[in-house]
């Protein structure tokens, strides 16, 4: 029902700010709620930040609070991430997905964008 395309990683120094952007297929995009997880080297996908089908909640994984913001524009079916002070540590492939319901969940997000490299140098 939905396709997700993400865009706008890249390679930056540590300090530095970059923002991802996640654009959406379908004619439901309002009801979905939206989230950017993110996949280093050798770990797991973990869950960075998610927003509600309006915008009007958000919920940020510790890693992400006081650097990281998610916004979305209903009008144009597109989530996006800016991200501030980036450290080496946030080196990693970003994914937007899109679930039916409030969730941090890996496995119950139902749609998944090809993720973004984002490189932070030191």
């Known amino acids: 029902q939905v396709q997700l395309v993400e865009s706008g990683g890249g390679l930056v120094q540590a300090g530095g700010s970059l923002r991802l952007s996640c654009a959406a297929s379908?004619?439901?995009?309002?009801?979905?709620?939206m989230a950017w997880f993110r996949q280093g080297p050798g770990k797991e996908r973990e869950f960075v930040v998610g927003i509600s089908g309006s915008g009007a909640s958000t919920y940020y994984a510790d890693s992400a609070k006081g650097r990281f913001t998610i916004s979305r524009d209903n009008a144009k079916n597109t989530v996006y991430l800016q991200m501030n002070s980036l450290k080496p540590e946030d080196t990693a492939s970003y994914y937007c997905a899109a679930s039916d319901v409030f969730t941090i969940r890996r496995g119950n997000y139902d749609y998944w964008g090809q993720g973004t490299q984002v490189t932070v140098s030191s």
């Open positions: 379908g004619r439901t995009f309002r009801s979905y709620y």
